[in-house]
């Protein structure tokens, strides 16, 4: 597979090809129009110039790409230029969602859309990739890996501490740990402090890496059942939970839309997900829950003892991280788990990965 500076050049390469582009100005990371994008491009056309600010992604997910066109509006906010999102390959599928969503795109396969309306329109479909993606392993898009990454951006230290800490926050293997960190520093996403010290860089592009592969790898794993309650109203199934779980030691955390709700209270939506350190299956049976491929509630493992998040105020239930909140909200992708996360990126998460930040 392609590096991202691989991906920006062919797809560069691809756009002078046609026809009515006369000539491209490309000025990258640094100089973008909005804070955190990858480049600024201009195409010089004969209906004149078309001003991009440019987004690389190797490769782009569904849930992914429902993230990534939420960062995007967030750039495009104050500025004329238009989202461009450059790929090794957009699906036909993918392609619809961003044409649905006003994005302009090309990939190494050849695939382009640009569309400025009585200006330039231009959509090339149906090219596929020249060649199978490599298959070579990366640790941080693994479910070890992500999981030291969500340890590692929701930490409150800078500092990246002793591997055997890593280890315990994150639930992984301490063996594991000296491989994952070695692929942050030679990637670039860790930066020296001091002697002893590193902390996280490009925050932005892990928490994506981090959202993508939340649905595609880690949280697969994370899954212990799938259930259909007997109450037709989810709150009473909150409550009855809520009981069975209070007269134990086994810690656990509401997710998606419930969490999601005390948050925000903007939403709270009909599937209810939590983490759990165990699940005993005499729970499941005092519970009358009945498992189900499409039953509204999701039982998810423990992984971390970081899951839980601290609200200033008490709430009778226990909360998972904003972070977890937004991924699983992300996953579901609807029109309002959507509209919700997008709330909760801007009041929770847009400092956890500012450079500034914790």
């Known amino acids: 597979m392609k590096t991202e500076r691989e991906t920006l050049e062919t797809c560069v390469a691809n756009l002078r090809a046609l026809e009515a582009v006369k000539d491209i100005d490309l000025k990258e990371r640094g100089n973008g129009p909005s804070p955190g994008v990858d480049a600024k491009l201009v195409l010089r056309t004969n209906a004149g110039q078309l001003v991009y600010f440019v987004e690389v992604k190797r490769a782009v997910s569904a849930p992914g790409l429902e993230h990534l066109l939420q960062q995007l509006e967030r750039y495009a906010q104050g500025t004329k230029a238009k989202p461009l999102l450059l790929s090794n390959y957009i699906s036909p599928n993918l392609a619809e969602r961003l044409i649905r969503a006003g994005v302009n795109f090309a990939d190494v396969a ?3 859309y640009l569309n400025w309306p009585g200006k330039l329109h231009i959509q090339i479909q149906g090219a596929r990739p020249k060649q199978l993606a490599e298959t070579k392993s990366e640790r941080l898009s693994q479910p070890s890996g992500l999981k030291v990454l969500y340890a590692l951006l929701t930490k409150a230290s800078e500092d990246l501490g002793a591997y055997r800490d890593i280890a315990k926050a994150s639930g992984v293997a301490l063996g594991s740990i000296a491989w994952i960190v070695r692929e942050l520093k030679d990637k670039g996403y860790l930066v020296q402090r001091g002697r002893d010290a590193w902390g996280l860089t490009q925050k932005r592009k892990l928490l994506d890496l981090w959202v993508g592969g939340y649905s595609a790898r880690l949280r697969p794993g994370l899954i212990i059942g799938r259930f259909q309650p007997p109450e037709k ?5 909150v409550q009855k939970l809520r009981t069975e779980l209070g007269d134990t030691k086994i810690a656990w955390a509401l997710t998606g839309g419930f969490a999601a709700d005390v948050l ?15 699940w005993p299956a005499e729970f499941t049976k005092r519970l009358k829950w009945l498992p189900s491929d499409q039953g509204r509630v999701t039982v998810l493992r423990k992984f971390s003892p970081l899951v839980a998040f601290k609200l200033e105020s008490p709430n009778r239930e226990p909360i998972a991280h904003p972070l977890l909140v937004y991924a699983e909200l992300i996953f579901q992708g609807r029109e309002r788990e959507l509209e919700t996360a997008k709330i909760l990126y801007d009041r929770y998460l847009s400092s956890l990965v500012s450079e500034n930040g914790p």
């Open 264 to 278: 925000t209270r903007h939403f709270r939506g009909e599937q209810l997900s939590f983490f759990a350190q165990e």
């Open 110 to 112: 050849g695939n382009v």
């Open 233 to 237: 109203q989810l709150d009473e199934t």
